[in-house]
């Protein structure tokens, strides 16, 4: 029988003044066995950066049918595509098909840097495609935040993104590629 998912379970409150968002999330994720624990923290703060009353998590990396995150209307069409890591540029066209808006969230540092390099220009040849880098450093620094349960606040003010709990506080540091 193989490894089961790990299951998180988080309170989740957002203060985002930047776009007057004020709304605490009650979130479970679950943690596939191959997934890094800065993945899934990965995934939690993308929730809090683009966080709308439809926007849910996909079936995760098990599935490439569906996106790490995803918002849909309610008449089921995508209005935002939100994917993790470094994907495949031909991935990031068919996602630009499907959905109003792709997001494409890259945080592993250099190796994102180099992805970047090699497809900047097919990417901005994409009209509603952002891409987003979180820096790995401060990734690290927020994946100490992560427990099987857990309460944390992300504050979202002037473009400047913190995420803290009851005894610690982050400062998670994001760029716009495009």
């Known amino acids: 029988m193989g490894t089961k998912s790990t299951i998180y379970k988080a309170e989740l409150t957002i203060t ?85 808006e792709v997001i494409i969230v890259t945080y592993s540092g250099n190796s994102a840097d180099v992805w970047w390099s090699k497809n900047v220009s097919s990417l901005t040849k994409q009209k509603n495609l952002k891409v987003l880098n979180i820096d790995a450093e401060s990734l690290d620094q927020a994946t100490r935040l992560l427990d099987r349960r857990m309460t944390l606040t992300a504050l979202i003010q002037d473009g400047e993104f913190q995420l803290s709990n009851s005894i610690d506080n982050v400062t998670v540091i994001s760029n716009l590629r495009k």
């Open 16 to 100: 985002d003044i930047d776009r007057q968002y004020y709304e605490t999330h009650p979130l479970v994720i679950a943690q596939h066995p191959s997934e890094p624990d800065r993945r899934v923290m990965a995934r939690l703060i993308v929730f809090a950066i683009f966080a709308h009353e439809r926007l849910e998590f996909g079936r995760g990396i098990s599935s490439d049918q569906d996106p790490d995150l995803w918002r849909r209307d309610l008449t089921g069409v995508i209005e935002q595509w939100i994917e993790l890591g470094q994907p495949e540029e031909s991935d990031i066209r068919k996602a630009c098909g499907l959905s109003k």
